[in-house]
Nanobody, 124 residues
Framework: QVQLVESGGGLVQAGDSLRLSCATSGRTLSNNAKAWFRQAPGKEREFVAA????????VYADSVKGRFTISRDDAHKMVYLEMNSLKPTDTAVYFCARRRFTTATMGPADYTYWGQGTQVTVSS
């Protein structure tokens, strides 16, 4: 099974920026869509951003549009989430995920492989 490991989380102040990284190990095809989800305590897992297999299409949740940017580096099996203008409501465990198809989608069930998550805490 493909493995994904997130890193880059931490404690920041509102308005700060943070870059999350996700490293993939194992056999992986470069044309699979990848995404970031987040989950706050007591809440359901929430879609954040996704990028198509080609990297040409990105999809963002309304709550992060204009603030977050997803990107990928297939040569190094990496996916990134650049987060700017962070808000306390962005506080959550962030997960990276990979699906078996190329289209960037927003549903957690569309993604087959998941990382363990990295904590992002934004204080006010």
């Amino acid at each position: 099974q493909v493995q994904l490991v997130e890193s880059g989380g931490g404690l920041v102040q509102a308005g700060d920026s943070l870059r999350l990284s996700c490293a993939t190990s194992g056999r992986t095809l470069s044309n699979n869509a990848k995404a970031w989800f987040r989950q706050a305590p007591g809440k359901e897992r929430e879609f954040v951003a996704a990028i198509s297999g080609s990297g040409g299409t990105t999809v963002y949740a309304d709550s992060v549009k204009g603030r977050f940017t997803i990107s990928r580096d297939d040569a190094h099996k990496m996916v990134y989430l650049e987060m700017n203008s962070l808000k306390p409501t962005d506080t959550a465990v962030y997960f990276c995920a990979r699906r078996r198809f190329t289209t960037a989608t927003m549903g957690p069930a569309d993604y087959t492989y998941w990382g363990q998550g990295t904590q992002v805490t934004v204080s006010s």
